[in-house]
């Protein structure tokens, strides 16, 4: 099947209508969860209802009058999306405040999403063009590398339960990882994108399998194993993990080679049974993960309580949850951050959590469909690259917390408490949007048919009307 | 580059599904093996914070929750707790629940199936689940007459007193002593609640063991019944008037000298043959070992398990199955007939011996549940009476009344008499096989013989009673009477 061909003509809608409707759903989602969490709770719908919700709506608007303006024909089915999971965080992230009394998680958690937002729009209105960031190729890896260091330079950098992954700044902390995350996508798509000829045709071939010249990889795969060594040291399990899917990921689509994903498998697998030969707290992990209850409420060593409790919350919820305020998700620790899910397994039960999961598949898969019709190369890279940063750390994270693989330890993306994590997310979004605003733009009538662009299928030619 | 893109969309979509696979696996299929594990705080905290149903004896409960306010919102409490504790059992935060509060937890906690329509109503109406009612066999009067006829034994007595209804099976009364207070184990004051937990656990009187169901012990003399009616099945005996052997003294087979020699301790048993019911009311111990060598071990055992003995009857709370041998020889087989040797019952099955004989000779499955009601009390269920066996045949329980009639009007369990009614009754006193152990008194009992309403067994393991005066009349009497007179004179 040739998309391109079939796009031959086509020219897509706006579509900014619908993103308004569905995004007055996403509202209805958001602050009807709010007011659940106020009802089921305290009994009553929370006081602050209204300064709340118009806060959140006016938020929203924002966004949507931004990608009106300067995205009209972005994806409308993005933003809503991303809309409804941050209520959703907002509302569950309160409810945990409520339960232990002293916190301010929502509140925080509400001014960080109003930087998100404010970072959403500035992003879709500097980069006007995604292409623009194919220049900062090398900078941004730069860029990757210095945060991915910072937290290990003394006095700046912070360890927080036995990561090494934060920066303090004054009251502040930062994981500078959710960022660089970004800004390695932007430079695996990059440099990628300039040399998936050489890297798919030059090379040798050694066991079935076509290698590249070392002069073509190299660059990119000695950063890339610096990030990960700097990740290992720092023992972020989960962003390691999500680093090394994420190049492997981004060198297949390059280089249209599933060759990469066999070498990718045995290296991941090597990598993994090093990992747990050398450190120790990679084989706790993979042992609880095995057997979780043997390692619940241990007196002394590894424990396993709050996955444990965790599984239990899930349990306890079934199909449709005990309903905000009816559980006792407080038992599981950072609920709030790590195990959200936990919560709204507990709270809402396997209809909130597939409803949630399957908000994430829509993110990603919208995303890579903006990758299928983007018309150039690094668009198709940067799309595929944050729907699989995307994609990765979902799994990871509801992988972990549900006791499918072992605990790593991610945000659950747009509804865990967290400002780096949110901030960056909506950057991540923003760009997803922008990709798909420049796919689904009519080209200008070029009224000539030369197809000197090696990549086919990214070149299209639309007669306006 | 799009065919790579779509794999990796295929990709993240089993990604995806994975997650979803997992989730459904955890939350629907092994929610409720994660449910009952036993170190999952989450669902014993909700249900000590849910309004637990009542266990409801007569009009009024026996359990119940009332709201308090601390974080739990609803304290479990037993107003009458020492008197019904055998069969509410109690429920506590860390050692789990026992009795009627373990067996009904489902009905209790609201998660019961049958209890489905009104989960279903409270989830939509947004309020929180309600437990389902139990309401128990129990008779007041019956346990009132029973306990205060079991505590007003002199000295700290251990025993317990069952009463059946003999045509239903429902139990009537069921007290045992020493008893405990389950408010102590419920109260939220988890600390105090340790402490009465490890005392009770500690006590060598066994407070927290329920003596009409859970404690064996050799049932003496009343055991006669059952080996009065295998003579009668057996068919060399037909009535109440036939001759038996009788004598003062009877040496059990292959043995010679005091240790195989039994004798009736002075009572009238004639020389050589003498009337059955004669027999049964002097309880001649010379005449039943000698009726149980007769019969022979396999139709003594069958005619045991035909009353319930070696297995359980009772679903509602924990029991201990009564025994009868089933390789004794022949001067073991002796012994047996008079209820020694190895010949264990529980009163709940020397009840149901009383009771079978009462109702011509079928024993019902006793029961203590007789209504399931949702939170609204709307009857879900009722239990219905069930024939656990047809223990002897309607002439056999006639004869065998005749006898238990005699034994009050001329015998032994003359104390149970009541003026104007036919009460049938047996005593009992067995040998503990220790010498510093006094023996056990026990009085099985029904009563109006031709109509039975109730059928009563008192056993006392220990009192502060001289060792001559134990006897299962002069004691177990007075407490059976108390307890049939409550039921009948309703």
Redesign the interface.
């Known amino acids: 099947m040739a ?2 061909g079939s796009l031959m003509g086509f020219v897509h809608r706006q579509r900014r209508g619908a993103e308004l409707f569905l995004l007055i759903l996403a509202l209805a989602v958001g602050i009807g969860a709010y007011a659940a969490v106020g ?1 089921g709770v305290e009994g009553h719908v929370p006081a602050d209802i209204v300064g709340y919700g118009g806060w959140l709506a006016a938020l929203v608007v924002a966004a949507h009058v931004a990608v009106r303006i300067v995205a009209p024909y972005a994806d409308p089915v993005l933003l809503p999306v991303v809309a409804a999971l941050n209520g959703l965080g907002l509302a569950v992230i309160h409810r945990l405040d409520l339960a232990s009394g002293d916190h301010t998680f929502a509140r925080q958690q509400l001014t960080w999403m109003t930087l998100g937002v404010i970072l959403f729009v500035l992003t879709l209105v500097v980069v006007r063009d995604h292409r623009l960031l194919q220049r900062f190729t090398y900078t941004s890896g730069l860029g990757a590398l210095a945060l991915l260091l910072l937290p290990l330079v003394p006095g700046v950098g912070k360890t927080i339960n036995g990561a090494r992954i934060w920066i303090g700044i004054g009251p502040f902390s930062f994981q500078p990882g959710e960022v660089a995350k970004v800004l390695l996508v932007v430079t695996f798509a990059g440099y990628l994108v300039l040399h998936r000829d050489a890297l798919a045709l030059a090379g040798r071939r050694v066991l079935f399998v076509d290698l590249p010249r070392g002069r073509d990889l190299g660059p990119v795969l000695a950063m890339w194993v610096v990030s990960l060594g700097v990740l290992v040291f720092q023992r972020d399990l989960g962003s390691s993990l999500l680093f090394f899917g994420l190049f492997l ?1 981004m060198l ?3 280089t ?1 080679r ?1 060759g990469w994903l066999v070498v990718g498998g045995l290296l991941f697998t090597a990598g993994a049974a090093a990992g747990y030969q050398l450190f120790g707290h990679v084989r706790q992990r993979f042992d609880i993960w095995l057997d979780p ?1 043997d390692y ?2 241990q007196a002394s060593g590894p424990h396993s309580d709050q996955l ?2 965790s ?10 949850g005990r ?1 905000f305020g ?3 998700p407080w ?1 599981i620790s950072y609920a709030e951050s790590d195990f959200i899910i936990g919560a709204i ?1 507990e709270e809402l ?2 209809t909130g ?2 409803a949630v ?1 399957l908000l ?2 829509l993110i ?2 919208r995303a ?1 469909r903006a ?2 019709i983007s018309r150039d ?1 690094f668009g ?2 940067l799309a ?1 690259g944050l ?2 940063v995307f ?2 750390q ?2 990871v994270v ?2 972990g917390v ?3 693989i072992p605990l790593t330890g991610l945000t659950t993306p747009f509804l865990s408490y967290g400002g780096s994590s949110l901030v960056a997310n909506w950057v991540i979004v923003a760009l997803m949007l922008r990709v798909s605003d420049q796919a689904r733009r009519p080209l200008p009538d070029l009224s000539t048919t030369d197809d000197e662009d090696p ?1 086919v ?2 070149t299209q030619v639309v007669r306006l009307p | 580059m799009n065919k790579p893109i779509r794999t990796v969309a295929i990709f993240c979509l089993v990604l995806f599904v994975a997650l979803m696979a997992n989730a459904t696996y955890l939350q629907y299929f092994r929610s409720a093996s994660l449910n009952d594990h036993a170190g999952n705080a989450r669902v014993f905290n909700e249900a000590y914070s849910t309004e637990r149903g009542a266990i409801v004896a007569g009009r009024s409960p026996i359990a119940e929750s009332i709201p308090v306010e601390d974080q739990y919102e609803f304290l479990r409490t037993y107003p009458e707790p020492f008197k019904y504790s055998p069969v509410t059992g109690y429920f506590t935060y860390e050692f789990g629940a026992g009795g009627l509060e373990r067996t009904q937890n489902a009905v209790l906690s609201g998660e019961d199936d049958r209890l489905f329509v009104t989960r279903l109503v409270d989830l939509l109406s947004n309020s929180g689940t309600q437990g389902g009612n139990v309401q128990v066999t129990l008779d007041r009067a019956a346990q009132d007459a029973a306990w205060e006829g079991l505590t007003g034994v002199p000295g700290d007595v251990e025993g317990a007193v069952v009463a059946l209804e003999p045509k239903t099976g429902k139990v009537l009364a069921m007290v045992s002593s020493p008893s405990y207070n389950p408010n102590k184990l419920a109260s939220h004051d988890f600390g105090e609640v340790r402490k009465e937990w490890a005392r009770l656990n500690d006590d060598p009187a066994e407070p927290l063991l329920n003596r009409g169901t859970q404690k064996t012990l050799p049932p003496g003399s009343t055991f006669k019944l059952v080996t009065a009616a295998a003579a009668l099945e057996s068919g060399s005996y037909a009535s109440a008037d036939d001759q038996v052997p009788g004598g003062s003294t009877y040496q059990l087979p292959l043995t010679s000298g005091d240790t195989g020699l039994i004798d009736n301790e002075g009572r009238s048993c004639g020389t050589d043959r003498i009337p059955f019911s004669q027999a049964m009311e002097q309880s001649c111990n010379t005449t039943f070992a000698r009726l149980a060598v007769e019969v022979g071990a396999d139709a003594m055992r069958e005619q045991a398990e035909a009353f319930g003995f070696n297995s359980t009857a009772l679903e509602d709370l924990p029991e201990a199955a009564s025994t009868f041998p089933d390789d004794a020889n022949e001067p073991q087989l002796g012994q047996s007939g008079i209820g020694q040797f190895d010949v264990r019952a529980t009163p709940l099955q020397m009840a149901m011996v009383a009771a079978g004989i009462a109702n011509n000779g079928v024993v019902m499955r006793p029961y203590v549940v007789d209504e399931v009601q949702s939170a609204d009390l709307d009857v879900v269920e009722t239990t219905q009476p069930e024939e656990y066996s047809e223990a002897v045949s309607g002439p056999t329980a006639s004869e065998l009344t005749k006898m238990m009639v005699a034994t009050v009007e001329d015998g032994t369990a003359s104390p149970a008499a009541i003026p104007g009614v036919s009460v049938g009754a047996k005593t009992g006193t067995a040998q503990s096989g220790q010498d510093d152990v006094a023996p056990y008194a026990w009085f099985v009992s029904f009563a109006p013989a031709d109509d039975p309403e109730v059928a009563v067994a008192v056993m006392i393991e220990s009192a502060a009673i001289e060792r001559g005066e134990i006897g299962g009349g002069r004691i177990g009497g007075p407490i059976a009477k108390a307890v049939m007179e409550a039921v009948i004179k309703k």
Request: charged share 15%.
């Open positions: 998309p391109s009802i990921i297949y689509v390059a249209e599933p209850f619940y409420r444990v409790e599984l239990f919350g899930m349990a306890w919820g079934g199909l449709l309903g009816e559980g006792s038992r397994g039960g396997l959590v597939i999961l994430y598949g990603v898969e890579l990758a299928l190369g198709k890279l595929t729907a699989a994609a990765l979902v799994f509801v992988g549900t006791g499918l990549d299928e990214s």
